[in-house]
């Protein structure tokens, strides 16, 4: 009966031995899967941080999950913040309905792409786009800024000119048809 039981015994042991190699494996692939993972996050947060776009990730909630440093000029946020609503900061551009609509692209899974104005005349485009997992599942919204303030400037500057084109072909046009003759002189004072 010893003998037997010892029989068993070794048999487990060389069973246990056996799962503990299984296991001691499986921890070494796990350990490899989170170095891959830590050094993708590490590439994610430094390519979102060099990228200078100004962005926050929300959940469904529009709680704040992530954001990248360049949107703290924007919305005034720390590290801190990261869970906290969206609607408990003041924004440095006027746009009253962001959150609402977040929540319309989080029903309809349309983006939302607007001008907002911001602080010092400066303009802003706002992307609002749905945070799509690799498996297609919607897991909040992901919304981005980025200065046109410059594009926006040569783009009024573009439409001025034209302007007075226009302003300046209607007025030859009205003193080409006038029916007396007109001369403007510009004159010195003394």
Known sequence: ???SANEELESSKEELQSLNEEISTMNNQLQDK???LDRANNDMTNLLASSDVAAVFLSPDLRIRRFTPAIASLLNVVATDVGRPLQDFAPRF???RLPDDCRKVLEGLQPIEKTVPAEHGRSLVCRIRPYRTEDSRIEGVVVT???VTEQVAAERERA???LDQVAAARF???VEHLPAGAVYLEGRRS
């Open 160 to 162: 001025q000119v034209a």
């Open 1 to 3: 009966e010893l003998q």
């Open 94 to 96: 006027e746009d009253d």
């Open 34 to 36: 989170v170095d891959q």
């Open 145 to 147: 800024f980025f200065d």
């Open 172 to 174: 030859r046009r009205m």
